[in-house]
């Protein structure tokens, strides 16, 4: 994948999870700047996504940990874990939010 290619693809990401937000039901602020993407729970506590354009990563930064994912036949995929980036973010998001919430790809 180039650069181009990557950026493209990232950006989409970005305003899906923005979008996913909005749409999953429950109160969660949002904010995207540059290539990041901040997520603010009632509790304080944040998720931050952002790109990684020399890398062609995004980073995923919880209150518990950090996460770094590649883009895998057509999907992100978390590099130590292996686990879909949909899947983690609907996980992380259920943990911090104090609620079932269910991410997906528009």
């Not at 923005?18 to 506590?45: H, P, Q, R, V």
């Not at 996460?67 to 036949?73: C, E, I, R, T």
């Not at 999907?75 to 079932?100: C, H, I, M, P, Y």
Request: charged share 25%; glycine share 6%; hydrophobic share 40%.
């Amino acid at each position: 994948m180039n650069d181009s290619q990557y950026n493209f693809i990232a950006d989409e990401l970005l305003l899906a999870i923005e979008e996913a937000i909005e749409d999953c039901g429950t109160d969660i602020d949002y904010e995207g700047i540059s290539g990041m993407l901040t997520l603010t729970f009632k509790n304080g506590s944040k998720i931050i996504i952002n790109k990684q354009a020399p890398l062609h990563e995004i980073w995923v930064a919880t209150k518990f940990n950090g996460h770094h994912f590649l883009y895998q036949d057509e999907q992100w995929v978390d590099k130590r874990a292996g686990d879909e980036l949909w899947q983690f973010l609907s996980n992380a998001v259920s943990t911090q939010a104090d609620a079932k919430i269910e991410l997906s790809q528009p």
